[in-house]
């Protein structure tokens, strides 16, 4: 059995293969491998089967796996964890600690659900663990007090990543860059070095590149990939904004690295050397540069939209070349997307989420209708997972049935 295929196994352990487990998804790509959905949407939106009010503020996406809907909150000063049931009941709720309550109060980490646990960090840097059925806390680690690293502008976002046995966190400390905890205990396993870069709000990416596996991720000053093995550093790539915040995981297709952040900075296009110890950066395109909207990869294009440099509009960019296919004012002002059964999904901050084809030829959306519950900026990512249309608008969770037949014109 190859590693990526072994790899493939290790994740799929306890999900089903239409569960939308983690951060952007299954593989952390932003997409779904779901058929069966439909290909528009009736005029003022898909059916709402349900919502609930009162999840606490925040800003993440949900993860649903096993048959449950997870989702971080902050209430009052703690950060909450909770399960609901696919037809929206409550099934558990548990605190996991001080949340960030400071700048845009909220929660900032997905959760993370492995093999019957689910995994969270806080906006204050603290990572817990609970038994994913029940809620029972498993174990607790104050990784910022353990390896020294400051407190972050804005509040610590990481959402976690399992590899294997071990769970990887980016404190960016005195004593680490990036450590991995065992995922049953919460102890020690390895830590890097220390490079003196603070974190970035970046969300790690699992890498396959030939023989080779890596972690890719981002620090205020530079992308970089460690051993998963052993943390050792195998390479870097300066990559820095004015602001020094690069939410966006970079994206792995075909030997190459899509690598992005807002505040003007944009795009890049990095090749992984054959033995994996070195990057070479091939092109810079400053046009796309969404923030913690992120991006999507697909058939070699990359689809996002701007922040700064394009004012707001979206875009598809050749990931080979840089060159960029089009920009258009699309669903609306910034946004985050995904990618399902041929169509992206595009959730604006202006409120409106749209089906859209993509195509390098030109911006085509499909379908549109505007998010009718919740307050505050909508920067939760939608999630398509099992048939439904999950979007979170402030303390506000919403599920819609996208099944074919559901009710398409």
Known sequence: MSLGILCLCLWSVGAQADDWPQFRGPNRDGKSTEKGLLAQWPEGGPNL???????????????????????????????????????????????????????????????????????????????????????????????????????????????LLVDGENVIVTPCGKKATMVALNRKTGQSVWASPALGQGSSFCSPLLVQHGRNRMIVTMTENAVVAFSPEQGKVLWQHPYENYRQNHPVTPIYHGGLLYVTSGYGKGAIGLAIADDGGSVTQLWEQPRQDPVHGQAVEVDGYVYAASHQKANGRWSCVDLKTGKLAWEDPGVGKSGSVIFADGRLYCYSEDGVVGLVRPSPERCQVVSTFKVPQGEGPHWAHPVVANGRLYLRHGEALMCYDISAGSGAP
Request: aromatic share 12%.
């Open 49 to 159: 089967l349900w919502s609930v009010q009162g999840i606490g503020k925040g800003f993440t996406h949900v993860s649903v796996s096993g048959g449950l809907v997870y989702v971080t909150g902050l209430a009052g000063k703690e950060g909450i964890l909770r399960a609901y049931t696919l037809d929206g009941k409550l099934k558990w709720e548990a605190k996991y600690g001080p949340e960030w309550d400071k700048a845009q109060p909220g929660a900032r980490s997905i959760p993370t659900v492995h093999d019957g646990l689910v995994y969270v960090t806080s906006g204050v840097g603290n990572v817990a663990c609970f038994d994913a059925a029940g809620g029972k806390p498993v174990w607790s680690v104050k990784v910022f007090e353990l390896y020294e690293a400051p407190q972050v502008q804005w509040g610590y976002a990481e959402s």
